[in-house]
């Protein structure tokens, strides 16, 4: 559970805010109440010294004259005046000076007209002329005490108003009470905001309690939720890697194909035009080993590669499928593709869009497996079925499948109806028809064979009377046929009618015989050996010839054989008969000594012989001396490596002829003083060592066929810089070259090519500094395709040169030789000059 302070409910803020306005109010309700206290104490002061000059001005206490008597009684009377005038207007209450017979003799301030009174009501009278009733004890009691000198402070509620009522007594200066006073002042606003704010105090804390438990709660709900979310990171984390590992090695391929922007898929948009754009732009981002190997490419090969690549071979097929699959979010297809070298593979895969927030289409996820095999197994296994139906239907034999629970006759082949003379509609019909035809003697017995539990082959004979009358004998062979569990489930079976073969049986014995004199007589010793090695059943008497030792000796003691077979060579041996125990056959060559220490080659065929168990019983073999075999194979290879040698010299010699000529050439040279002559003479050198260097690498290679790129084209290119003088200069070669191994035919026009782009390149593209770069990038795009990018930054061609129409040697040269490799040649001469040509290998011709 995650807590966003920005969404918590704010009532807790409202009621902060609230308390805070009231405080303020309380404060300034106090502050006004203090001034009004102060005044009062003020005014409390002044009438105790109006009084004290009004009855105690006596002329032995006052030592002044009669003037100064007029001007102190009128200041006195301007005080009181003053006084009287600052209780009038006393704020939110009222100032009230009583008697000893409790008689109002000063009242005002702006409080009385609040409550609908004046001074002119309560002047002069009695407490009892103007206060309810009901508060008169109250009051009077209160007024006593202020007469008897205590001060006392109370709260009285009066027309649905609240008022602090302060009643004190009032003294003169020789401090004798001579009156009281009573000051009232209205705090209604107060207490209800004092109210309001002990109601707000009183749900802040429950509110605060309440928060504090759902603080409490929120908290360990937090702990709980980040260690969960810490638990759900570990596992996610291992779950990742798990995934990763998954990914990177499960046997079903895994990819990703994500498009460059995301696609609107709905009828608002032109979904032809999306298409374009998928295709165009869909491209392989993350793909694992196996998926790869399904195309037989490499990792370069296939990422990045668009959906027009991989279904080129169908593209309408394809948009289809695509336009299916976007339609429905995720597909299953089984769908034939192609490899990178062109062979059609056979594909079944799930695919699931990918969106994004608005719902997009990003990508999409796919896992998808080779069936090859399994659509060739299905092709074979309906080529199957359809013989099998053929040769159901068309044998003279019976061929017929049951069910074991519920016991019902699911298919009999029509020889049925040949044999047995009767229905199979019938037979479908009726079981009880199949136990009716069976010979009387013979029915017991059969039925007692068909009826118990077959776990097994199972092989019986019997006699069933046809319909005519005839007595015919059938074998029939009963095989058990189970489900994944492993129990029975139906029961198939081949009935054949041995009447024919029950007279033909001293025929079979003759055919034995036949083949006992074919297997003594035949120069291959054919063995027959018990499955533990220790009994030898048969040896044909060709073995004595080949091992020159006689048959007794073997019978004897089998095993013996390995003494007399080349120590390096009886591993082999070994490993044949452990493969065989497992159901293999096997083909082993070795050497064996004759008694002279003669060393002849023997081939061994061994194949397992099963028992009716499908336990393997039985070994049998054929020995055949492959000695002059060897021989011939011994004079080929040597004469194999005569050739190497030879063609090696050839190479070797071709390459010192072309360093004749190139020798030659440079003799001539010297005697020419024509320049431009001259370069053709240098020219050719060149051109003649870029030739002699493929026959001198060839000379050095253990391949006599395949040019090994890298080495040949810096040979070339630091021949040519020295041969232009470049010494002096700094021109840089900067070589990028994939290790591509080339045939001759493809070799002497790609390194001719180079050798034209490159002279040019030094000849021409640095005249006006001899500070410069040349770059030469030689890469494979696929099996059978190459890139080849040769560019400098030099001055590049003079304007208004016309490469394409160019009539210089150099140039028709590098067209000719591009027309010989099928390549395409693209020519850019913005800054410097860059060669891009794509081209192929070409196919190798046979040679002698």
């Known amino acids: 559970m995650c807590i966003d302070p920005t969404k918590i409910d704010r009532p807790l803020d409202t009621c902060e805010a609230l308390v805070a306005e009231q405080k303020a109010k309380i404060r300034q309700l106090e502050e006004d109440l203090q001034q009004q206290r102060e005044l009062c104490q003020k005014l409390e002061a002044q009438l105790k010294a109006v009084e004290n000059a009004g009855f105690s001005g006596s002329a032995t206490e006052f030592d002044i004259t009669d003037d100064d008597r007029i001007r102190l009684i009128a200041s006195l009377e301007k005080s009181q ?9 006393y ?26 009174l004046s001074k002119e009501q309560l002047e002069g009278k009695t407490l009892w002329e103007v206060s309810p009733p009901e508060d008169w004890s109250l009051f009077e009691t209160k007024y006593r005490a202020a007469l008897a000198g205590k001060e006392n402070t109370f709260e009285y509620k009066y027309r649905g108003r609240i008022y602090s009522k302060t009643i004190a007594p009032v003294k003169n200066d020789r401090e004798e009470i001579f009156a009281g006073m009573v000051v009232t002042q209205d705090i209604t606003e107060k207490k209800q905001a004092e109210i309001g704010l002990q109601e707000i105090k009183n749900q802040l804390k429950i509110k605060y309690q309440k928060r504090t438990e759902d603080l409490k709660t929120a908290n360990n709900q937090l702990r709980e939720e980040i260690i969960y979310r810490w638990r759900a990171e570990e596992a996610l984390r291992e779950s990742q890697e798990q995934l990763e590992l998954f990914f990177s090695q499960s046997l079903d391929g895994f990819f990703f194909t994500m498009l460059d922007e995301p696609v609107q898929w709905d009828n608002t948009v032109d979904k032809e035009k999306v298409l374009d ?71 079944e895969g799930d695919y699931i869009c990918i969106y994004d927030s608005p719902g997009r289409i990003v990508g999409y996820f796919g896992v998808q497996r080779d069936i090859s095999d399994r659509k060739k197994t299905e092709a074979a296994l309906k080529e199957s079925e359809e013989r099998f139906r053929q040769l159901a239907e068309n044998i003279e034999s019976v061929f017929w499948m049951v069910n074991v629970q519920p016991q019902e006759i699911i298919y009999i082949s029509p020889g049925y109806e040949k044999i047995w003379g009767r229905s199979c509609a019938d037979l479908y019909a009726h079981r009880r028809f199949f136990a009716e035809s069976l010979h009387p003697e013979d029915r017991d017995r059969v039925i007692a064979t068909f009826t118990k539990p077959i776990e097994s082959e199972n092989e019986t004979e019997y006699r069933i009377v046809r319909p005519d009358g005839e007595i015919r004998w059938i074998r029939d062979r009963a095989f058990p046929i189970r489900n994944q569990a492993g129990q029975v489930y139906r029961i198939v079976g081949i009935a054949e009618d041995i009447s024919e073969g029950k007279q033909a049986e001293k025929v079979i014995r003759e055919s034995e015989e036949r083949f006992r004199q074919l297997a003594e007589n035949i120069q291959d010793s054919f063995w027959l050996l018990s499955a533990e090695f220790t009994d030898l059943l048969y040896l044909s008497p060709a073995y004595e010839q080949i091992w020159g030792r006689s048959s007794e000796e073997l019978y004897a003691e089998p095993l013996k054989l390995m003494e007399w077979v080349h120590p390096e060579d009886r591993h082999l041996l070994q490993e044949a008969m452990t493969r065989v125990l497992e159901g293999e056959s096997t083909s082993t060559e070795y050497r064996i000594f004759l008694p002279d220490g003669t060393i002849r080659w023997v081939c061994d065929r061994a194949f397992p012989i099963y028992d ?30 005569e050739k190497e040698v030879l063609l090696k010299e050839i190479h070797h010699r071709v390459k010192n002829n072309m360093q004749v000529i ?35 690498q060839l000379y050095q290679s253990e391949h006599l066929d395949r040019i090994d790129l890298p080495p040949y084209v810096q040979n070339l290119v630091a021949n040519l810089y ?42 021409y593209a640095f005249r006006q500094s001899l500070v410069g770069e040349i770059n030469i990038d030689l890469h494979k795009i696929n099996t059978q395709k190459f890139q080849l990018i040769l560019q400098d930054n030099g001055s590049g061609f003079p304007p208004g040169f016309d490469v394409e129409n160019a009539d210089t040697l150099g140039l028709r040269l590098v067209r000719m030789l591009a027309y010989q490799l099928e390549a395409n040649i693209a020519i850019d001469s913005q800054c410097g000059t860059c060669y891009n040509i794509v081209f192929q290998e070409l196919n190798y011709r046979q040679r002698i």
């Open 81 to 89: 005046e003053m006084y009287r005038t600052l209780i009038k207007h």
């Open 91 to 116: 704020p939110n209450g009222s100032v009230f000076l009583f008697d000893r017979d409790l008689r109002y003799t000063l009242v005002d301030g702006q409080g009385l007209a609040a409550v609908g």
């Open 277 to 347: 754009y998928v295709f165009a732009n869909g491209r392989v981002t993350k793909a694992n080993d196996a998926l790869i190997a399904q195309y037989g490419g490499t990792r370069e090969e296939f990422i990045g590669r668009t959906l027009y690549s991989l279904l080129s071979h169908d593209l309408t097929g394809g948009r289809e499928i695509i336009r299916q699959f976007f339609d429905a979010g995720r597909i299953h297809i089984e769908n034939e593709s192609r490899k990178f070298d062109g062979l059609p593979v056979w594909v």
């Open 612 to 641: 009716e168990s499908g336990k393997i019983y039985r070994i049998a073999g054929i020995g055949e001396d492959i000695s002059d075999r060897k021989c011939t194979e011994a004079r080929i290879q040597a004469a194999l490596r």
């Open 662 to 696: 190139s020798s030659l050439l440079q003799l001539q040279a010297q005697y020419i003083e024509d320049e431009p002559t001259l370069a053709l003479f240098e020219e050719s050198q060149t051109r003649i060592h870029s030739m002699a260097l493929i026959h001198e």
């Open 722 to 763: 020295q041969s232009f003088g470049c010494g002096n200069t700094a021109i840089q070669f900067n070589l990028n070259i994939d290790p591509i191994y080339l045939n001759i035919e493809t070799a002497i026009p790609c390194g001719l090519i180079i050798n034209e782009l490159v002279s040019n390149s030094l000849k």
